[in-house]
């Protein structure tokens, strides 16, 4: 589905964020294995977050190229694992903020059944074996986080790893693909802020973050959500969307320096 994914966020661009019925089959058609009709591929979509409506029959919008920035919902998601690789290794703890408006609107926070947890990862996170004693299930958790996530914006410090691996997470588990458009707070912050270095250890420390947990999922959330509010203090005037900070937050020095001409 991630091409699918793609294909249409390049398409709704393309289109100044609004695609007819043909453009939009075309494009799920092709590039979807799926038998079922565009009609349940559109519900699909919108089961996995991906953030697209239908206004009108034979309309289909893609909502974050229309919503201000500072309205949009964004999940601010932290994940600790047992291990790198989704393959061979699992969540072991999953912390999520949803904000709205600058401000912390609900909370989803839990740990997650593990039978193997190597002592590496509770000298780096704090966390015993016995924390996950009795904890949701890796199904459970996943499908939790899930209903919490709904369309808003995926936001993470290093959103690619947080990203893949729940994405491979949900896939193994029959929850299908995180749709959900993705902000990485290091991207960000590295287009607004100097640093001497972007990791979050020294963001916590160079921005002040006080109560800071570091390698534990909530408290990571929270300090990755800080870092979004400093980047967003110095957002360039142009950035007017969600989909603008999207692309704003990817965009090369050149594509910044034209949007500023």
Do not use: W
């Not at 019925?21 to 009709?37: C, N, P, R, S, W």
């Not at 980047?231 to 900070?245: A, N, W």
């Amino acid at each position: 589905m991630q091409k699918v994914f793609d294909q249409l966020t390049t398409a709704f661009r393309k289109h100044e964020g609004v695609l007819n019925e043909a453009e939009y089959k075309q494009i799920v058609m092709k590039h979807t294995t799926l038998l079922e009709d565009s009609d349940t591929i559109f519900i699909l979509l919108q089961a996995s977050g991906y953030p697209i409506e239908q206004p009108n029959i034979g309309e289909y919008r893609l909502k974050t190229f229309f919503t201000p920035y500072k309205e949009q919902k964004y999940c601010v998601i932290d994940i600790e694992t047992n291990g790198s690789k989704p393959g061979t290794s699992q969540v072991i703890e999953i912390g999520a903020i949803m904000v709205e408006g600058g401000k912390i609107i609900s909370e989803y926070e839990t740990f997650v059944e593990c039978a193997f947890l190597p002592e590496y990862i509770t000298k780096i996170t704090g966390i015993e074996p016995e924390d996950l004693k009795g904890a949701p299930t890796r199904r459970e958790a996943l499908i939790g986080l899930r209903h919490f996530m709904e369309d808003a914006v995926f936001v993470a410090h290093n959103a690619n790893f947080d990203y893949g691996f729940l994405t491979a997470s949900f896939e193994r588990f029959g929850l299908g693909s995180i749709g959900n458009p993705k902000l990485c707070t290091i991207d960000l912050a590295k287009r607004t802020f100097e640093s001497e270095r972007y990791g979050l250890a020294h963001l916590i420390d160079c921005l002040e973050i006080e109560t800071a947990t570091h390698h534990r999922a909530f408290s990571d959330a929270v300090c990755a959500n800080k870092v979004m509010e400093k980047s967003l203090q110095t957002i360039p005037e142009y950035v007017k969307t969600t989909d603008d900070l999207l692309r704003f937050s990817t965009s090369s020095k050149k594509e910044r320096r034209l949007k500023k001409a």
